[in-house]
């Protein structure tokens, strides 16, 4: 259980179920960072877009060096996710 209060997958509706079934179809679970969003649905879908603009496959790196970067950037602030 989260200390953060969130939508669970079988509540979401509307713009949260959308983003929520779209994490599902790509990784089968939904990540807990996105649920963390899921409280404020117009900012999930902006955070969503983001995201989803400028990494998984968007730019001429490949989803490969992508991921590598990722990885790497979460390492240096500690990221725990």
């Given amino acids: 259980m989260s200390f953060i209060a969130t939508v669970a997958p079988e509540r979401a509706?509307?713009?949260i179920a959308r983003v929520y079934e779209s994490w599902h179809a790509k990784l089968g679970f939904v990540p807990n960072i996105i649920r963390a969003v899921s409280l404020r649905p117009r900012a999930l879908k902006v955070s969503d877009d983001f995201r989803n603009a400028v990494i998984f496959g968007s730019?001429?790196?490949g989803?490969?060096?992508e991921e590598m970067i990722?990885?790497?950037i979460s390492d240096l602030?500690?990221?725990t996710f």
């Fill in 13 to 15: 509706d509307g713009e």
């Fill in 59 to 61: 730019s001429d790196l």
């Fill in 63 to 65: 989803r490969r060096r």
């Fill in 70 to 72: 990722a990885t790497l």
């Fill in 77 to 79: 602030v500690r990221c």
